[in-house]
Protein backbone atom coordinates (compact mmCIF):
# COMPACT_ATOMS: atom_id res chain seq x y z
CA UNK A 1 0.00 0.00 0.00
CA UNK A 2 1.75 3.05 -1.47
CA UNK A 3 1.69 6.17 0.93
CA UNK A 4 -1.22 8.84 -0.41
CA UNK A 5 0.09 11.89 1.96
CA UNK A 6 2.15 14.66 -0.47
CA UNK A 7 5.28 15.54 1.13
CA UNK A 8 5.41 19.49 3.12
CA UNK A 9 7.53 20.40 -0.14
CA UNK A 10 5.10 18.83 -2.23
CA UNK A 11 2.07 20.67 -1.39
CA UNK A 12 0.91 23.78 -3.16
CA UNK A 13 1.70 26.74 -0.74
CA UNK A 14 -1.61 28.49 0.82
CA UNK A 15 -0.21 31.68 -0.27
CA UNK A 16 1.76 31.48 -4.17
CA UNK A 17 5.06 32.38 -3.45
CA UNK A 18 4.18 35.26 -6.59
CA UNK A 19 1.90 36.87 -4.54
CA UNK A 20 4.76 37.95 -1.95
CA UNK A 21 7.04 39.32 -4.91
CA UNK A 22 3.69 41.41 -6.06
CA UNK A 23 3.29 42.76 -2.46
CA UNK A 24 6.87 43.84 -2.21
CA UNK A 25 7.27 45.65 -5.34
CA UNK A 26 3.61 46.93 -4.72
CA UNK A 27 5.11 48.42 -1.11
CA UNK A 28 8.20 49.45 -2.47
CA UNK A 29 6.60 51.30 -4.88
CA UNK A 30 4.07 53.36 -2.57
CA UNK A 31 7.25 54.16 -0.51
CA UNK A 32 8.80 55.74 -3.61
CA UNK A 33 5.70 57.65 -4.38
CA UNK A 34 5.53 59.01 -0.84
CA UNK A 35 9.22 59.96 -1.16
CA UNK A 36 8.84 61.68 -4.32
CA UNK A 37 5.60 63.33 -3.82
CA UNK A 38 5.84 64.91 0.34
CA UNK A 39 7.28 66.83 1.29
CA UNK A 40 8.48 64.41 4.59
CA UNK A 41 8.67 60.93 4.56
CA UNK A 42 5.18 60.10 6.23
CA UNK A 43 3.87 57.14 8.25
CA UNK A 44 2.75 55.34 4.85
CA UNK A 45 6.09 55.55 3.68
CA UNK A 46 7.78 53.75 6.32
CA UNK A 47 4.57 51.17 6.79
CA UNK A 48 4.56 50.73 2.30
CA UNK A 49 8.56 50.11 3.30
CA UNK A 50 8.20 47.93 5.59
CA UNK A 51 5.89 45.47 4.52
CA UNK A 52 7.65 45.31 1.24
CA UNK A 53 11.06 44.38 2.79
CA UNK A 54 8.67 41.61 5.05
CA UNK A 55 7.16 40.55 1.62
CA UNK A 56 10.42 40.07 0.12
CA UNK A 57 11.78 38.52 2.75
CA UNK A 58 8.85 36.02 2.92
CA UNK A 59 9.15 35.15 -0.76
CA UNK A 60 12.41 34.09 -0.31
CA UNK A 61 11.82 31.98 2.62
CA UNK A 62 8.69 30.75 0.73
CA UNK A 63 10.94 30.17 -2.48
CA UNK A 64 14.19 30.04 -1.87
CA UNK A 65 15.42 27.96 -5.11
CA UNK A 66 13.17 31.10 -7.17
CA UNK A 67 15.10 33.33 -5.33
CA UNK A 68 18.23 31.44 -5.67
CA UNK A 69 17.55 31.81 -9.77
CA UNK A 70 16.72 34.96 -9.79
CA UNK A 71 20.48 35.93 -8.09
CA UNK A 72 22.71 33.64 -10.36
CA UNK A 73 20.56 32.75 -13.07
CA UNK A 74 21.17 33.58 -16.80
CA UNK A 75 18.27 36.53 -16.81
CA UNK A 76 19.34 37.49 -13.64
CA UNK A 77 23.14 37.84 -15.31
CA UNK A 78 21.84 39.61 -18.48
CA UNK A 79 18.67 41.07 -16.97
CA UNK A 80 20.50 43.29 -14.36
CA UNK A 81 23.35 44.48 -16.08
CA UNK A 82 20.67 45.38 -19.15
CA UNK A 83 18.22 47.02 -16.12
CA UNK A 84 21.43 48.90 -14.56
CA UNK A 85 22.56 50.07 -18.01
CA UNK A 86 18.81 51.04 -18.46
CA UNK A 87 18.15 53.31 -15.03
CA UNK A 88 21.77 54.86 -15.53
CA UNK A 89 20.90 55.57 -18.70
CA UNK A 90 17.96 57.49 -18.11
CA UNK A 91 19.15 59.07 -14.84
CA UNK A 92 21.82 60.52 -17.13
CA UNK A 93 18.96 61.96 -19.61
CA UNK A 94 16.91 63.12 -16.68
CA UNK A 95 20.35 65.00 -16.27
CA UNK A 96 20.52 66.71 -19.64
CA UNK A 97 16.93 67.72 -19.33
CA UNK A 98 17.41 69.39 -16.01
CA UNK A 99 21.15 70.63 -16.96
CA UNK A 100 19.28 72.42 -20.34
CA UNK A 101 16.09 73.28 -18.05
CA UNK A 102 18.60 75.14 -15.99
CA UNK A 103 20.11 77.34 -19.04
CA UNK A 104 16.77 79.32 -19.39
CA UNK A 105 17.36 79.44 -23.67
CA UNK A 106 14.03 81.12 -25.08
CA UNK A 107 13.27 82.71 -27.70
CA UNK A 108 10.06 84.74 -29.18
CA UNK A 109 9.25 83.99 -32.42
CA UNK A 110 5.87 85.63 -33.48
CA UNK A 111 6.29 88.24 -35.72
CA UNK A 112 4.39 90.61 -33.00
CA UNK A 113 7.05 89.85 -30.21
CA UNK A 114 3.71 89.03 -28.22
CA UNK A 115 5.68 87.55 -25.40
CA UNK A 116 8.39 90.05 -25.08
CA UNK A 117 9.05 94.18 -25.21
CA UNK A 118 8.19 96.32 -27.76
CA UNK A 119 11.43 98.67 -28.64
CA UNK A 120 9.74 101.85 -26.76
CA UNK A 121 8.97 99.58 -23.29
CA UNK A 122 12.72 98.51 -23.98
CA UNK A 123 14.19 102.04 -24.16
CA UNK A 124 11.97 102.70 -21.12
CA UNK A 125 13.24 100.05 -18.98
CA UNK A 126 16.41 100.51 -19.64
CA UNK A 127 16.42 103.63 -18.41
CA UNK A 128 15.13 102.73 -14.94
CA UNK A 129 18.14 100.30 -15.09
CA UNK A 130 20.43 102.99 -15.29
CA UNK A 131 19.10 105.39 -12.75
CA UNK A 132 20.95 104.85 -9.91
CA UNK A 133 18.06 107.08 -7.61
CA UNK A 134 15.73 104.79 -8.78
CA UNK A 135 14.52 101.83 -6.30
CA UNK A 136 14.54 98.51 -7.69
CA UNK A 137 11.38 96.44 -8.15
CA UNK A 138 9.91 93.25 -7.47
CA UNK A 139 7.05 92.11 -9.64
CA UNK A 140 4.78 89.52 -8.07
CA UNK A 141 2.64 86.74 -10.28
CA UNK A 142 -0.42 85.50 -8.84
CA UNK A 143 -1.23 82.17 -10.95
CA UNK A 144 -4.12 79.80 -10.43
CA UNK A 145 -3.89 76.17 -10.23
CA UNK A 146 -4.94 75.93 -14.24
CA UNK A 147 -2.77 78.59 -15.20
CA UNK A 148 0.54 76.97 -15.59
CA UNK A 149 0.62 77.50 -19.25
CA UNK A 150 0.19 81.18 -18.84
CA UNK A 151 2.87 81.07 -16.58
CA UNK A 152 5.18 79.78 -19.17
CA UNK A 153 4.55 82.26 -21.70
CA UNK A 154 4.69 85.10 -19.07
CA UNK A 155 8.28 83.99 -18.11
CA UNK A 156 9.35 84.91 -21.45
CA UNK A 157 7.87 88.73 -20.80
CA UNK A 158 9.19 89.15 -17.67
CA UNK A 159 12.68 87.70 -17.97
CA UNK A 160 13.38 90.41 -20.68
CA UNK A 161 11.99 92.68 -18.17
CA UNK A 162 14.59 91.64 -15.69
CA UNK A 163 17.37 91.67 -18.52
CA UNK A 164 16.83 94.39 -20.11
CA UNK A 165 17.06 96.16 -16.38
CA UNK A 166 20.60 95.01 -15.69
CA UNK A 167 18.34 93.02 -12.52
CA UNK A 168 16.54 96.35 -11.44
CA UNK A 169 13.40 94.69 -12.31
CA UNK A 170 13.14 91.08 -10.34
CA UNK A 171 10.34 89.32 -10.54
CA UNK A 172 8.94 85.90 -8.76
CA UNK A 173 5.83 83.95 -9.13
CA UNK A 174 3.68 82.51 -6.54
CA UNK A 175 0.66 80.16 -6.73
CA UNK A 176 -2.91 82.14 -5.76
CA UNK A 177 -3.71 79.56 -3.39
CA UNK A 178 -0.32 80.10 -1.43
CA UNK A 179 -1.47 80.75 2.23
CA UNK A 180 2.04 82.57 3.50
CA UNK A 181 1.07 86.78 3.60
CA UNK A 182 2.22 88.93 0.66
CA UNK A 183 4.15 91.45 3.31
CA UNK A 184 6.79 89.29 3.73
CA UNK A 185 7.86 89.62 0.66
CA UNK A 186 9.86 93.16 -0.14
CA UNK A 187 8.43 95.16 -2.95
CA UNK A 188 9.79 97.88 -4.36
CA UNK A 189 12.47 98.62 -1.71
CA UNK A 190 10.26 98.88 0.99
CA UNK A 191 9.76 96.66 3.80
CA UNK A 192 6.64 96.24 6.10
CA UNK A 193 7.39 97.57 9.28
CA UNK B 1 24.64 53.45 -41.44
CA UNK B 2 23.78 51.53 -44.44
CA UNK B 3 21.87 49.02 -42.02
CA UNK B 4 19.93 51.74 -40.83
CA UNK B 5 19.00 52.90 -44.55
CA UNK B 6 17.92 49.40 -45.46
CA UNK B 7 15.62 48.99 -42.58
CA UNK B 8 14.22 52.34 -43.31
CA UNK B 9 13.65 52.05 -46.83
CA UNK B 10 12.23 48.89 -46.17
CA UNK B 11 9.96 50.16 -43.62
CA UNK B 12 9.20 52.95 -45.07
CA UNK B 13 7.77 51.26 -48.28
CA UNK B 14 5.71 49.14 -45.91
CA UNK B 15 3.97 52.01 -44.85
CA UNK B 16 3.10 53.05 -48.48
CA UNK B 17 1.67 49.57 -48.79
CA UNK B 18 -0.59 49.09 -45.96
CA UNK B 19 -3.70 49.85 -45.81
CA UNK B 20 -3.90 50.97 -42.65
CA UNK B 21 -1.55 53.74 -42.87
CA UNK B 22 -3.96 54.73 -45.83
CA UNK B 23 -6.75 54.58 -43.05
CA UNK B 24 -5.21 56.60 -40.52
CA UNK B 25 -4.11 59.02 -43.05
CA UNK B 26 -7.62 59.23 -44.57
CA UNK B 27 -9.26 59.79 -40.94
CA UNK B 28 -7.12 62.21 -39.35
CA UNK B 29 -7.26 64.72 -42.71
CA UNK B 30 -10.97 64.08 -42.84
CA UNK B 31 -11.32 64.75 -38.86
CA UNK B 32 -9.11 67.44 -39.28
CA UNK B 33 -10.89 68.95 -42.57
CA UNK B 34 -13.79 69.42 -40.91
CA UNK B 35 -13.10 70.95 -37.74
CA UNK B 36 -10.60 73.17 -39.62
CA UNK B 37 -13.69 74.32 -42.03
CA UNK B 38 -15.70 75.02 -39.19
CA UNK B 39 -13.25 76.96 -37.04
CA UNK B 40 -12.31 78.98 -40.16
CA UNK B 41 -16.15 79.84 -40.55
CA UNK B 42 -16.71 81.20 -37.32
CA UNK B 43 -13.39 83.05 -37.62
CA UNK B 44 -14.13 84.79 -40.77
CA UNK B 45 -17.86 85.89 -39.20
CA UNK B 46 -15.76 86.96 -36.29
CA UNK B 47 -13.60 88.73 -38.18
CA UNK B 48 -15.68 90.70 -40.46
CA UNK B 49 -17.58 92.11 -37.08
CA UNK B 50 -14.08 93.17 -35.49
CA UNK B 51 -13.13 94.42 -38.92
CA UNK B 52 -16.01 96.65 -39.03
CA UNK B 53 -14.58 97.64 -35.86
CA UNK B 54 -11.29 98.99 -37.17
CA UNK B 55 -9.67 95.06 -36.32
CA UNK B 56 -9.26 91.75 -38.02
CA UNK B 57 -6.60 89.08 -38.91
CA UNK B 58 -5.85 85.43 -38.18
CA UNK B 59 -5.61 84.51 -34.52
CA UNK B 60 -3.21 82.27 -33.02
CA UNK B 61 -5.51 79.40 -32.38
CA UNK B 62 -6.44 79.15 -35.78
CA UNK B 63 -2.50 78.87 -36.83
CA UNK B 64 -2.09 75.83 -34.29
CA UNK B 65 -5.07 74.46 -34.70
CA UNK B 66 -4.42 71.60 -36.89
CA UNK B 67 -0.87 71.13 -35.07
CA UNK B 68 -2.75 71.18 -31.86
CA UNK B 69 -5.29 68.74 -33.39
CA UNK B 70 -2.81 66.26 -34.44
CA UNK B 71 -1.14 66.28 -31.28
CA UNK B 72 -4.56 65.27 -29.51
CA UNK B 73 -5.09 62.46 -32.29
CA UNK B 74 -1.45 61.19 -31.82
CA UNK B 75 -3.09 58.73 -29.12
CA UNK B 76 -5.01 57.48 -32.07
CA UNK B 77 -2.21 57.98 -34.81
CA UNK B 78 0.82 56.70 -32.71
CA UNK B 79 -0.27 53.38 -31.82
CA UNK B 80 -1.73 52.54 -35.08
CA UNK B 81 1.49 53.28 -36.76
CA UNK B 82 3.77 51.92 -35.01
CA UNK B 83 1.63 48.20 -33.20
CA UNK B 84 2.67 46.58 -36.13
CA UNK B 85 6.33 47.29 -36.42
CA UNK B 86 7.82 44.69 -33.85
CA UNK B 87 4.81 43.31 -32.89
CA UNK B 88 4.45 41.70 -36.06
CA UNK B 89 8.32 40.62 -36.81
CA UNK B 90 7.89 38.60 -33.35
CA UNK B 91 4.86 37.08 -34.06
CA UNK B 92 6.05 35.88 -37.70
CA UNK B 93 8.97 34.96 -36.35
CA UNK B 94 10.93 37.14 -38.54
CA UNK B 95 12.60 38.91 -35.95
CA UNK B 96 15.20 36.08 -35.28
CA UNK B 97 15.93 36.33 -38.75
CA UNK B 98 16.35 39.81 -39.17
CA UNK B 99 18.76 39.40 -36.15
CA UNK B 100 21.19 36.87 -37.88
CA UNK B 101 21.68 39.87 -40.46
CA UNK B 102 25.20 42.14 -39.84
CA UNK B 103 23.62 45.00 -37.77
CA UNK B 104 23.05 45.44 -34.11
CA UNK B 105 19.07 46.22 -32.60
CA UNK B 106 19.76 49.61 -32.40
CA UNK B 107 20.05 50.14 -36.05
CA UNK B 108 17.46 47.85 -36.31
CA UNK B 109 15.40 49.97 -34.44
CA UNK B 110 16.51 53.49 -35.08
CA UNK B 111 15.92 52.41 -38.74
CA UNK B 112 12.29 51.56 -37.76
CA UNK B 113 12.13 54.72 -35.58
CA UNK B 114 12.85 56.54 -38.48
CA UNK B 115 10.39 55.39 -41.35
CA UNK B 116 7.08 55.80 -39.01
CA UNK B 117 8.47 58.77 -38.18
CA UNK B 118 8.77 60.05 -41.66
CA UNK B 119 5.87 58.92 -42.27
CA UNK B 120 4.20 60.67 -39.81
CA UNK B 121 6.28 64.17 -41.57
CA UNK B 122 4.28 63.21 -44.62
CA UNK B 123 0.87 63.42 -42.60
CA UNK B 124 1.93 66.72 -41.01
CA UNK B 125 3.11 68.19 -44.18
CA UNK B 126 -0.16 67.72 -45.38
CA UNK B 127 -1.47 69.63 -43.17
CA UNK B 128 0.44 72.91 -44.41
CA UNK B 129 -2.35 73.26 -46.57
CA UNK B 130 -5.00 74.72 -43.79
CA UNK B 131 -1.83 77.48 -43.32
CA UNK B 132 -2.05 78.18 -47.10
CA UNK B 133 -5.81 78.38 -46.99
CA UNK B 134 -5.21 80.48 -44.21
CA UNK B 135 -3.03 82.82 -45.90
CA UNK B 136 -5.91 83.74 -48.40
CA UNK B 137 -8.47 84.64 -45.64
CA UNK B 138 -5.96 87.13 -43.58
CA UNK B 139 -2.28 87.33 -42.58
CA UNK B 140 -1.04 84.61 -40.54
CA UNK B 141 1.85 85.08 -37.64
CA UNK B 142 4.70 82.94 -39.46
CA UNK B 143 6.61 82.23 -36.43
CA UNK B 144 3.31 80.98 -34.49
CA UNK B 145 2.99 78.34 -37.42
CA UNK B 146 6.12 77.41 -37.36
CA UNK B 147 6.72 77.01 -34.03
CA UNK B 148 3.33 75.23 -33.66
CA UNK B 149 4.53 72.19 -36.94
CA UNK B 150 7.96 72.19 -35.14
CA UNK B 151 6.37 71.25 -31.85
CA UNK B 152 3.57 68.79 -33.23
CA UNK B 153 6.61 66.77 -35.06
CA UNK B 154 9.08 66.65 -32.13
CA UNK B 155 5.83 65.73 -30.38
CA UNK B 156 4.32 63.23 -32.51
CA UNK B 157 8.29 61.84 -32.70
CA UNK B 158 8.07 61.48 -28.66
CA UNK B 159 4.51 59.72 -28.95
CA UNK B 160 5.90 57.59 -31.96
CA UNK B 161 8.98 56.21 -29.99
CA UNK B 162 6.87 55.72 -26.64
CA UNK B 163 4.69 53.03 -28.63
CA UNK B 164 7.23 51.49 -30.09
CA UNK B 165 8.46 50.33 -26.48
CA UNK B 166 4.59 48.41 -25.98
CA UNK B 167 4.94 47.25 -29.50
CA UNK B 168 8.89 45.29 -28.50
CA UNK B 169 7.42 44.00 -25.37
CA UNK B 170 4.15 42.22 -26.93
CA UNK B 171 3.56 39.82 -30.10
CA UNK B 172 -0.23 41.02 -29.60
CA UNK B 173 -1.09 44.00 -31.65
CA UNK B 174 -4.11 45.13 -30.36
CA UNK B 175 -2.32 44.56 -27.24
CA UNK B 176 0.34 47.08 -27.71
CA UNK B 177 -2.19 49.56 -29.43
CA UNK B 178 -4.34 49.89 -26.46
CA UNK B 179 -0.93 49.51 -23.90
CA UNK B 180 0.02 52.15 -26.15
CA UNK B 181 -2.64 54.46 -26.09
CA UNK B 182 -3.17 54.49 -22.17
CA UNK B 183 0.18 55.82 -22.04
CA UNK B 184 0.23 58.70 -24.34
CA UNK B 185 -3.09 59.71 -23.14
CA UNK B 186 -1.80 59.87 -19.09
CA UNK B 187 0.71 61.62 -20.81
CA UNK B 188 -1.45 63.88 -22.73
CA UNK B 189 -3.63 64.43 -19.50
CA UNK B 190 -0.49 65.00 -17.21
CA UNK B 191 -1.21 68.23 -17.15
CA UNK B 192 -4.98 68.53 -16.40
CA UNK B 193 -3.57 65.94 -13.43
CA UNK B 194 -1.24 68.40 -12.63
CA UNK B 195 -4.28 70.92 -11.93
CA UNK B 196 -6.10 68.63 -9.75
CA UNK B 197 -2.48 67.84 -7.84
CA UNK B 198 -2.31 71.96 -6.89
CA UNK B 199 -6.01 71.73 -5.18
CA UNK B 200 -4.82 69.10 -2.59
CA UNK B 201 -2.42 70.29 -0.13
CA UNK B 202 -1.13 66.94 0.71
CA UNK B 203 0.04 65.83 -2.98
CA UNK B 204 1.01 69.87 -3.97
CA UNK B 205 4.46 69.07 -4.03
CA UNK B 206 4.09 66.44 -7.00
CA UNK B 207 2.02 69.01 -9.58
CA UNK B 208 5.41 70.00 -10.95
CA UNK B 209 6.78 66.73 -11.75
CA UNK B 210 3.74 65.89 -12.92
CA UNK B 211 3.05 68.21 -15.76
CA UNK B 212 6.91 68.50 -16.55
CA UNK B 213 6.74 64.66 -17.27
CA UNK B 214 3.15 64.66 -19.51
CA UNK B 215 3.31 66.15 -23.44
CA UNK B 216 1.50 69.32 -23.53
CA UNK B 217 3.17 71.26 -20.61
CA UNK B 218 5.87 71.27 -23.03
CA UNK B 219 3.53 72.17 -26.48
CA UNK B 220 0.36 73.44 -25.42
CA UNK B 221 1.78 77.16 -23.95
CA UNK B 222 4.80 77.10 -25.81
CA UNK B 223 5.91 75.81 -28.77
CA UNK B 224 1.68 75.78 -30.26
CA UNK B 225 2.41 79.79 -29.59
CA UNK B 226 5.31 80.54 -30.80
CA UNK B 227 7.84 79.98 -28.22
CA UNK B 228 10.98 78.22 -28.72
CA UNK B 229 12.44 76.96 -25.10
CA UNK B 230 15.69 74.44 -25.09
CA UNK B 231 13.68 72.57 -21.93
CA UNK B 232 10.80 71.93 -24.36
CA UNK B 233 12.77 70.44 -27.68
CA UNK B 234 15.37 68.73 -24.94
CA UNK B 235 12.55 67.21 -23.56
CA UNK B 236 10.67 65.68 -27.28
CA UNK B 237 14.52 64.85 -28.56
CA UNK B 238 15.30 62.79 -24.99
CA UNK B 239 11.96 61.48 -24.56
CA UNK B 240 12.74 59.83 -28.19
CA UNK B 241 16.49 58.55 -27.05
CA UNK B 242 15.20 57.40 -24.04
CA UNK B 243 12.09 55.31 -24.96
CA UNK B 244 14.21 54.28 -28.47
CA UNK B 245 17.26 52.91 -25.77
CA UNK B 246 14.22 51.09 -23.87
CA UNK B 247 12.96 49.59 -26.98
CA UNK B 248 16.24 48.45 -27.61
CA UNK B 249 16.81 46.98 -24.40
CA UNK B 250 13.42 45.10 -24.80
CA UNK B 251 14.77 43.61 -28.19
CA UNK B 252 18.20 42.54 -27.05
CA UNK B 253 16.27 40.22 -24.00
CA UNK B 254 15.83 37.57 -27.13
CA UNK B 255 19.27 37.27 -27.45
CA UNK B 256 19.40 35.61 -24.04
CA UNK B 257 15.96 35.26 -22.64
CA UNK B 258 15.42 31.65 -21.59
Not at chain 1, 69 to 81: H, N
Not at chain 1, 117 to 134: H, V
Not at chain 2, 128 to 141: A, E, K, S
Not at chain 2, 171 to 200: C, K, N, R, W
Request: charged content about 15%; aromatic content about 10%; proline content about 4%.
Amino acid sequence: MTDQTPKMDEQEAFIPPYYMLILAVAGLVVALAVLVTQPTFTVVGWGALGIGALALVAWVLMAPDQAKAVITGRTARFGGTSLVVTAVFIVALIAIYVFIRGQNWRADLTERDTFSLTTESRQAIAGIGADPNLPSVKLLAFYGASQAGRRDQDTLLFDDYAQTSAGKIRWCSRSSSDPSPISYIPLSGTRPR
Amino acid sequence: MSAIFAVFKRELALYFRSPIAYAVAFAMLLFLGILFNGNLAQSVAFNVSVAQQGGGGVTASDLNLAPALITFLMFLIGPLLTMRLLAEEAREGTIEVLMTLPMNEAQFIIGKFLAVWSYYTVLLLLTVIYHLILTLVGVPDAGVAFGAYLGAWLYGGAVLAICMIWSAVTEDQIVAAFLSAATVLVLYLAEVAAVSLTGSPTLANAAGFVRELGLQAHFGATLANGIIRAEDIAYFVLMMIGALFITTRIVETRRWRA
